[in-house]
């Protein structure tokens, strides 16, 4: 009898020996974190059940720790508001790939990129994978050294046979780092209640340092724009020189309008606005229209543009500009934005002759898609271009045969441009001076990206 309670009680003690020593312990990272300075995109703040994110396209994180070669990462998370993808930023193989549920607003999930292909075509796709808000849910990759494996409550969604070197990241989620891991939410209030990772063989993990104050990344959370230098004008040329814009009936996105405005008539310019029909056009609400609510008449249509009676044309965006894709196949579930035939082959007649004539076309936000989708000798004038296009979601319907809402950037990236990461010009993290010039082709990535849009518009005119 001794024997036997001496060997119970030496199992006990094996046992809890065994427990303390367990491989594999979650190693918590939420007190790790701080939003100011670990934040790349969005309003992240520290609360009482966990660390939130308020909807914003691309909101994304970077967590302080640096990945090892094999780990788990795990966090549980609830989605408050929104229709889009929650996700996770992983290393694996020295290469970044994010694993994503309910994405593509298609209910999509898996790992994107591989082999250079979304969710919406690699192999790791799993379709009918919606989140319900309000509800609490546990996310958990598994790196391996030859293998990566996503699960959803604890259940396997998608396992991936690869060292790592077929794997990327998409440009909406780009990190500052392309070492670090990260937490995703798409366009959704979010709050990530736990944040922990481990090694199979219970190694710590060691925290990244912190990023000193005097070479700390530029805060990339919405800050008010600058007060406006005075356009430049280089050698003067710029004053009276004739800009078009072109701005939707319905849902045109008035800051994309307004802010080039101010800065092409600051510097001399005349500016003329066009639209599908002449006569009132109505702005999308919340887009910086003012009290007035920022209704614009419309001087001319667009059937009576000629290219000869201005020197560069800009279309704005907002949802409205989806009526004016020439080539675009699909069906939006808002009609208005499906538009009219007519008035699309004008949009693509009035491109055709800018271009003809080595006129500047330039296009803000949704605008961009109105470049993507014309056709110039059977090709897209974006084909090839450098082209800045914005995350933020287009409008839901119907893209290659499919009900979806992709990113505005779909379009620009069916049409064979060569897109800029989010945020990647001038100022890191933030959007205000994001404009490239490619050629007469100019393109700017959003709404901050508005006032830059005009001052560069002024610049390539005075040259």
Request: hydrophobic share 35%; net charge neutral.
């Amino acid at each position: 009898m001794l024997r036997c309670l001496s060997f119970f009680a030496t199992c006990l003690l094996l046992g809890a020996s065994a427990i303390a020593a367990e491989p594999g312990a979650w190693q918590s990272l939420l007190k790790e974190i701080d939003p100011g300075r670990d934040a790349v995109a969005g309003t992240w703040q520290v609360t009482d059940t966990g660390l939130k994110v308020n909807a914003m396209s691309g909101g994304r994180l970077a967590l302080p720790v640096t990945a090892p070669a094999e780990y788990d990462l795990k966090v549980t998370f609830t989605r408050q508001t929104g229709v889009h993808s929650v996700g996770l930023v992983v290393v694996h193989g020295g290469q970044q790939v994010a694993f994503e549920v309910d994405a593509w607003g298609q209910h999509l999930a898996g790992f994107q990129n591989i082999g250079g292909q979304t969710i919406q075509n690699n192999a790791s796709r799993k379709t009918n994978m919606s989140l319900e808000n309000g509800r609490r849910y546990t996310l958990t990759v598994e790196v391996r050294k030859d293998q990566l494996r996503g699960l959803l409550d604890d259940r396997e969604i998608s396992l991936v046979k690869t060292t790592g070197g077929d794997l990327s990241l998409s440009n909406l989620w780009t990190m500052r780092s392309p070492q670090q891991l990260g937490l995703l939410a798409w366009e959704s209030d979010t709050t990530f209640h736990t944040i922990e990772i481990r090694t199979p063989s219970g190694a710590p993990i060691a925290l990244a340092a912190n990023t000193p104050p005097a070479t700390r990344p530029m805060p990339t959370t919405p800050r008010p724009q600058p007060t406006p230098s005075p356009a430049p004008t280089a050698n003067g040329n710029a004053r009276g020189k004739r800009v078009l814009i072109v701005i939707a009936n319905y849902h045109f996105f008035y800051r994309e309008y307004g802010e080039p405005r101010e800065e092409l008539e600051r510097a001399g310019m005349r500016v003329t606005v066009a639209a599908g029909r002449r006569g009132l056009c109505r702005p999308h609400d919340g887009s910086g229209q003012g009290p007035d609510g920022g209704n614009i008449t419309a001087e001319v249509a667009l059937a009576d543009v000629k290219a000869d009676d201005y020197d560069a044309i800009l279309f704005s965006g907002g949802w409205g500009a989806s009526a004016y894709q020439y080539a675009f196949t699909g069906r939006y579930q808002d009609q208005t934005y499906n538009g009219d035939r007519a008035v699309k082959a004008e949009v693509n007649r009035v491109i055709n002759q800018f271009l003809e004539q080595d006129k500047y076309v330039c296009a803000l936000c949704n605008g961009v898609s109105v470049l993507a989708w014309a056709r110039v000798e059977g090709k897209s004038p974006l084909d090839g271009k450098r082209v800045c296009a914005p995350v933020r979601e287009a409008p839901r319907g119907i893209y290659n045969g499919q009900p979806g809402q992709p990113s505005c950037r779909w379009h620009p990236e069916m049409n064979g441009a060569i897109l800029s990461p989010p945020g990647a010009i001038g100022r890191p993290g933030t959007e205000v001076d994001d404009v490239l010039v490619d050629g007469r082709i100019i393109t700017g990535e959003n709404d901050p990206s508005a006032r830059e849009m005009g001052r560069r518009i002024v610049q390539v005119l005075s040259n």
